[in-house]
């Protein structure tokens, strides 16, 4: 078994919320409420989840883009909340981050070769103009464009060669963790594919470690070789992606599984499994689990009492009632 890079040990976040009034209550939204997992070198490990269960405030957190309420994460031991400014400048040079939109995350001003020398300069500033010209070059190649993109602007560009710009401006620092943050949700399908195929390719050459945040299980089912589920804020499965896929074992992963389409004509007829209820305010402090309000199997003690998480092997799940 391959050691964990990444750890993080009952990590919360949570955001307040202004008031209406100057006496009402303090309330908070919880955004990352006690998620503890590790993530494996050389592995892909998927997040996915409901918009605004939490996933992308997780990989913010990782990454120390968000300072954290409570717990840790730990990058090859090192607490990323509690190290010096100078440990931490160094340790971000091997952890970066492809973002979802690709236009939004490239700054429009800038040519496309200030865009990729930027974290030469950053993270290496002893570097001489050859050196960083030829390094460009070489991140060109990486992700598949010619050098003739180096004087063009971001808005030249299709979705998906914007995409492989951001790939190449992760990449220049030589990482060897990234987080992919719905990195794909934003492109054409045949687009997806590519960049996905691309994604895999780099990581066999450089041994990388990808975190992949998305909401579309597909992409997950296609690329990633572990999964964790949340539901607003917590993780509520977690395991191999076959394992997860063949048999999910909490009932809200099974009502994801059953939304993905199928190509298959003949599959096109299966019944959907439908999802009722209201999903509970993240500003709400919810007694029991999360998902009773929308669970069909929920009993009283699904209202009473948050369930632990139950580790069998490389499965994980938190539910009083696992499914079989």
């Known amino acids: 078994m391959t050691a964990p890079l990444i750890e993080t040990r009952h990590l919360k976040k949570y955001f307040p919320v202004k008031s209406g009034s100057m006496f009402g209550k303090k309330r908070v939204v919880r955004a990352v409420d006690d998620v503890t997992l590790t993530i494996r070198e050389r592995e892909t490990f998927a997040l996915v989840g409901e918009s605004g269960c939490g996933k992308t405030t997780f990989g ?5 883009l968000e300072g954290k309420t409570a717990g840790n994460v730990y990058y090859r031991g090192n607490d990323l909340h509690n190290v010096d400014a100078e440990t931490l400048r160094n ?11 690709p236009f939004a995350s490239l700054n429009p001003r ?8 930027e974290p ?5 500033g002893r570097a001489t103009s050859r050196e960083m010209d ?5 991140l060109l190649t990486f992700v598949g464009l010619p050098e003739q993109v180096l004087r063009r602007y971001p808005h030249q560009f299709s979705g998906g060669q914007r995409q492989r710009i951001g790939i190449a401006r992760a990449l220049a620092s030589h990482p060897e963790f990234i987080v992919c943050d719905e990195a794909v949700s934003a492109l054409d399908v045949s687009i997806q594919a590519q960049i996905l195929n691309l994604l895999e390719d780099l990581q066999e050459k450089f041994k990388l470690t990808y975190l992949f945040i998305t909401h579309d299980l597909s992409v997950v089912n296609h690329i990633a070789d572990r999964v964790c589920v949340m539901f607003l ?3 509520v499965e977690l395991g191999p992606t076959a394992d997860l896929f063949r048999q999910p074992r909490h009932p809200y992963t099974r009502f994801l599984i059953s939304a993905v389409p199928i190509p298959d004509p003949e599959m096109r007829n299966r019944q959907k499994m439908i999802l009722t209820g209201d999903i509970p305010s993240p500003m709400q402090r919810i007694d029991g689990c999360r998902f009773h309000t929308r669970c069909p199997y929920a009993r009283p003690v699904c209202r009473r009492e948050d369930p632990a998480v139950v580790t069998d092997g490389e499965r994980a799940v938190a539910c009083h009632f696992p499914l079989d």
């Open 233 to 235: 804020g917590k993780a």
């Open 110 to 117: 800038m040519r496309i070769r200030s865009i990729l020398a």
């Open 120 to 124: 030469l300069q950053t993270h290496n």
């Open 91 to 101: 340790l971000r040079k091997r952890i970066q981050i492809i973002f979802q939109d």
């Open 60 to 64: 913010r957190l990782i990454l120390r």
């Open 134 to 138: 030829e390094r460009i070059r070489q």
